[in-house]
């Protein structure tokens, strides 16, 4: 017997339409590429949005096609989003710090016909647009007066395609299941890969997102959306804040600590969420400065694992929660998120903290499991640790274009690519990407451990740790420094401050330190480009 419910497609467009009757005047406010703050709000992002619908199909654009997006956090890459998904073109995120060739591959993989572009990112595709065929047009978002004198190919300003447009113009009335986003993951090993989110995976996500025991995103907060609309889905948020009706704040280009902490204090932000490295730059900037963070009170970090030391000062000095979680471009992103639960709430601080600083439980969308070498499920005991494996609605069942083939087991379980253990209160530990595990003498050691243990260092910046040969054990760690502006410290000063906090067997063979470490495009530390620059060193144990 079938239920008696109305069949009620959940298409993305329904958002920002909620968005429009429910809480128009919310703000959304903008850092712009000048570094300018402008204001509008969902109502206008709407009424903006359906315009831009109607212009892109006057100029051919229709269901299904993909077009680019090269774009800082800001309302006008808000409202090309809704504009295309309205009627079901795909948004295709760019980052900007993509290699060439990674450019050229992808833009050319997705058959992006159109790409929208911030001012800053000019020049960059005035560089590679003959590398780029299919684009068959360029937009700049930006006003009539700041409109550059570009070769780009068919170039138009925003506000002018937006005034090609009108109100007539239908919006959804189509399958749930259509692609709605495109978001390709920056793949160490061959071509980066495309992630394709529907209407459906991107609204259940955004439904997660705004329950209590995921972001509880809600209309009462005001936040502060630093994690690139580039990187992973935006971590939901660009659905999530209008279905909810939460004030938005775009930082543009600017993500310093000095400018991250202007955006948080003067809009009265409560709630952001960036990787770890933003909260760096703020934590420097504030102990510097001795501002404090009156309105904010709850920061989600992911992305890579949140050190200690980020959220002990954060709870203790400045009596901001950390929520940590973590994800990837695969599953929408968010897989689990680490919250206080009652049989943690009592602990003392330092125990619960080891909770806390686990990746989390996953909520009700993602169902997750670890399992060893031969597939077989390993149990949730918080000490076994194995390949951790994902299954949802919202989480890939393949890539664009078929590339990398059939990427779930028999069940539907994806790999994750991640080694992580399962506690029997189902927070879930990574131990390491797969990868970047160190094997010593037949057991793992975990690089994220080490790194965050090394973070506590007080003249530590910036540390990352990699595997090296060695003849007797396989592989011993390597630690790699980088010391704050100003600070000095010695390899023994590192193993000394290591010493009661990690397995003894655990310490690194050696501690090198260097001017800067290298991040991949997403701003994660790429152990790739380290482990080549590292591929001649002799660790001194050898
Ligand atoms: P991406 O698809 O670029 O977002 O990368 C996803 C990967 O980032 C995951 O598979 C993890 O290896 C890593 N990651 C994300 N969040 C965390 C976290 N909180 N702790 C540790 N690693 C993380």
Avoid at 135 to 156: G, I, K, S
Avoid at 381 to 410: H, M, Q, T
Avoid at 412 to 440: E, H, N
Wanted: glycine share 10%; charged share 20%.
């Amino acid at each position: 017997m079938q239920g008696l419910m109305q069949d009620w497609q959940l298409t993305c467009d329904k958002i920002i339409a909620h968005a429009k009757t429910n809480h128009p005047q919310r703000e959304i406010v903008s850092r712009q590429v000048d570094g300018s703050i402008t204001r509008t709000n969902y109502g206008a992002v709407y009424d903006r949005a359906r315009k831009l619908s109607s212009a892109l199909q006057k100029r051919g654009i229709v269901f299904g096609d993909r077009i680019g997006t090269m774009a800082w956090n800001n309302a006008r890459h808000l409202e090309t989003w809704y504009g295309l998904i309205g009627i079901g073109a795909i948004y295709h995120t760019l980052n900007p710090r993509l290699f060439p060739q990674q450019l050229h591959y992808i833009v050319g993989h997705a058959q992006d016909r159109m790409i929208f572009v911030d001012l800053s990112f000019v020049p960059i595709l005035e560089a590679h647009q003959a590398a780029l065929p299919s684009v068959e047009c360029f937009v700049v978002l930006c006003d009539r007066a700041q409109m550059p004198d570009t070769n780009l190919r068919h170039a138009v300003c925003y506000e002018d395609l937006i005034d090609e447009g009108d109100d007539d113009v239908v919006w959804g009335g189509f399958d749930e299941n259509t692609a709605c986003g495109l978001c390709y993951t920056s793949g160490t090993t061959g071509n980066p890969k495309g992630v394709l989110y529907s209407h459906r995976s991107n609204t259940l996500m955004s439904l997660t997102c705004t329950s209590g025991g995921a972001m509880n995103i809600r209309g009462m907060d005001t936040c502060l959306m630093v994690v690139p609309m580039f990187h992973a889905n935006a971590w939901a948020l660009s659905f999530a804040a209008p279905m909810a009706g939460m004030k938005l704040v775009m930082p543009g280009p600017m993500m310093d600590g000095k400018s991250i902490f202007e955006l948080l204090d003067g809009e009265k932000c409560t709630v952001s969420a960036a990787v770890p490295t933003v909260w760096l730059m703020l934590l420097n900037y504030l102990e510097e400065t001795g501002a404090k963070l009156p309105h904010l009170n709850r920061v989600i970090i992911g992305g890579s694992a949140c050190p200690r030391a980020i959220m002990e000062k954060f709870d203790k000095d400045y009596g901001v929660q950390v929520i940590h979680a973590w994800g990837m471009t695969e599953t929408s992103p968010i897989g689990t998120v680490s919250h206080i639960e009652p049989e943690i709430a009592d602990l003392p601080y330092d125990e619960q903290l080891s909770y806390r600083l686990k990746q989390g439980r996953s909520p009700f969308v993602v169902e997750m499991k670890i399992s060893d070498d031969d597939g077989k499920d390993l149990p949730r005991d918080g000490k076994a640790f194995g390949a951790l494996k994902v299954r949802g609605p919202a989480i890939s069942n393949g890539y664009f274009g078929g590339e990398g083939g059939n990427v779930l087991d028999d069940e539907g379980w994806f790999d994750t690519g991640d080694v992580a253990s399962i506690d029997p209160l189902g927070y879930m530990q990574i131990t390491d990407r797969s990868k970047d595990v160190i094997k010593s003498g037949g057991e793992w050691i975990s690089s994220i451990d080490l790194e965050n243990a090394a973070m506590g260092h007080p003249a530590a910046a910036e540390c990352a740790v990699i595997g090296l040969p060695h003849p007797k054990w396989d592989e011993r760690p390597l630690l790699i420094v980088v010391l704050k502006d100003g600070m000095s410290a010695s390899a023994q000063d590192f193993t000394d401050y290591l010493a009661d906090k990690i397995a003894k067997w655990w310490m690194p063979d050696d501690v090198v330190f260097v001017g800067e470490i290298p991040h991949g495009p997403t701003g994660k530390v790429s152990k790739l480009d380290l482990r080549e620059q590292f591929k001649d060193y002799v660790l001194p144990t050898i």
